[in-house]
């Protein structure tokens, strides 16, 4: 059950409000200052199947850094777009968000007034924005597409056009955001469904499409286009995503350092070279492509949840955000996450005890920020719980922690969603 923090104002930041349409004159104005913020970055934007594409349509783009906002910009001008944004991005800015028509929404919640939202948008005749992983990938690879994703777009029944950003990832990692790499960006934006689509096929037939669009690997896409990362730091930061040393098996122990990654248990080290290939220094390279060490990460979790094995436990710095004009300090609190109960966020703010639980079933990924700055308290490693009025940025003492948890949240939702699949077909069956 939850137990809402005793705040001294109670008002939420209420999501269930329909947005404005965007001023004409700003969809001018933010693509011109789109195009100026891209000047210096090598770029290439591209259109595939979209002659006499008009409003309404839906916009599905991969997500890898904030520079993805300001391409998709150069493919919907002259367009109105209202783009979904998580509700943190109107930190201090909300009239800016709203103003330019931005639909807020929490990550990972069920708000069923933002699918009203995107209907009252396309019945104005404008583009909507979709971000459908809502985080930026981790390892620049595709990640879980939410099967509501298409029931959305069957309903909606309108064009869909896929953008698939390639080099974003390479160019400013998410664990590293503070130092850009010299790599060109290069989007395409192909019609992947027309409203004939739509509506002859199933719902199942478009969740495959999609993800087919969406698909990508930027490491792959180095290799194949022989892109050299030269950098001499290009590896620092890699260490929050490769957290598990493959060599000895230890977690947490990783370290990165110029080109280089290592375990600081074993020894072991590791050089990224120029052309995007892993080499260990000394004896076996047990993955030379980043996304398979990844990938390798994540199945052992998996083993360790089918075993009965996984569980966390840490005390945390509790910060929430309520309304988007400040956060809230909240104090120390402490984050379990469990295989059979998901996530359970408890503490003390103003004298009485606040509980937040968020089941496995509720969750289908994990925002999780790396190094976020907060309150000039230097930078943390964050998880975010995202629950239907409040949002809690969790600052774990441990260390190198929240890429593990952000694989368990999607490995437990699978399971769940899985078998309740399995109970549908179950039953079913029995009818029969």
């Not at 259109?47 to 850094?65: C, F, V």
Request: one cysteine or more; proline letters at 4%; aromatic letters at 12%.
């Amino acid at each position: 059950m939850n137990i809402v923090p005793n705040y001294k104002n109670p008002k939420k930041y209420v999501t269930a409000k329909f947005p404005i349409r965007q001023p004409i004159y700003l969809t001018a104005l933010i693509q011109l200052l789109s195009r100026v913020a891209l000047i210096g970055n090598k770029y290439k934007t591209e259109k595939i199947n979209m002659e006499g594409l008009k409003p309404p349509y839906i916009i599905l783009s991969n997500h890898m850094a904030f520079v993805d906002f300001k391409l998709v910009s150069q493919i919907t001008y002259p367009h109105r777009v209202n783009n979904v944004v998580n509700v943190d991005g109107f930190y201090k800015r909300k009239w800016l968000l709203e103003w330019i028509g931005a639909i807020g929404t929490r990550k990972f919640t069920s708000d069923i007034h933002l699918v009203r939202s995107i209907l009252k948008c396309l019945e104005r005749g404008d583009v909507i924005g979709l971000y459908p992983e809502a985080c930026y990938s981790q390892c620049g690879i595709s990640s879980y597409l939410p099967t509501a994703l298409s029931l959305l777009i069957k309903k909606a029944g309108v064009p869909v056009v896929a953008v698939l950003h390639r080099g974003n990832h390479l160019n400013n990692p998410i664990w590293d955001v503070t130092k850009k790499r010299r790599v060109p960006l290069h989007t395409t934006a192909t019609q992947i469904l027309t409203r004939e689509d739509i509506s002859s096929l199933s719902c199942e037939e478009i969740g495959k499409i999609v993800k087919s669009a969406l698909t990508y690997d930027e490491y792959q896409y180095q290799k194949d286009n022989g892109i050299l990362i030269k950098e001499e730091y290009r590896a620092e930061g890699l260490h929050k995503i490769l957290y598990k040393c493959p060599s000895c098996k230890t977690e947490h122990k990783m370290a990165s350092n110029g080109a280089e990654i290592y375990c600081e248990a074993c020894g072991k080290r590791y050089v990224w070279q120029e052309n995007g290939y892993l080499k260990a220094l000394d004896g076996e390279t047990e993955f030379d492509h980043i996304p398979d060490w990844f990938r390798w990460e994540k199945e052992e979790v998996r083993r360790e949840i089918a075993n009965g094995e996984y569980t966390f436990f840490d005390e945390v710095d509790v910060f929430s955000m309520p309304r988007t004009n400040k956060f809230i300090k909240l104090g120390a609190g402490k984050l379990t996450h469990e295989i059979e109960n998901g996530f359970t966020l408890t503490g003390f703010y103003r004298g009485k005890e606040y509980r937040m639980e968020r089941a496995p079933i509720q969750t289908y990924n994990l925002h999780i920020e790396y190094s976020y700055p907060l309150l000039n308290k230097g930078k943390r490693d964050a998880v975010v719980m995202s629950m239907d009025d409040d949002l809690f940025y969790c600052f774990p003492k441990k260390q190198n922690v929240i890429t593990k948890l952000a694989f368990a949240t999607q490995i437990l939702y699978e399971n769940r969603e899985n078998e309740i699949k399995k109970a549908k077909l179950e039953r079913r069956a029995t009818k029969v």
